[in-house]
């Protein structure tokens, strides 16, 4: 019997920064423009929120945001940032 020699896979090439901003401008989810989200809090730390969701609830949120060419995080953002004000104004609290 012959002795088999195996090669090792070849490993992909990494994309360049070029390629992957290209790919998350036109990539799936994005066929469809929509206005850029506005970054919240910008000028300040952030702080880690972790939240547990039923599945079922992600995927529709998920992908609401995706087929809007939306980020999840910004549109907790804003949400968290309306419902805030909400609850402000129900405790009689004022912001400088």
């Known amino acids: ?53 039923p599945e079922s609830m992600h995927t529709r949120f998920k992908t609401a945001c995706s087929a809007t060419g939306r980020k999840m995080v910004a549109e907790l953002q804003t949400m968290i940032e309306q419902r805030t004000q909400e609850l402000e104004v129900q405790a009689g609290i004022t912001r400088k």
């Open 1 to 53: 019997m012959s002795k088999k020699t195996f090669a090792a896979a070849p490993k992909p090439k990494l994309p360049t920064n070029d390629q992957i901003l290209a790919f998350e401008r036109g990539g799936a989810g994005h066929d469809q423009t929509a206005p850029k989200p506005v970054k919240v809090m910008d000028t300040e730390p952030s702080k880690r929120l972790s939240l547990d969701l």
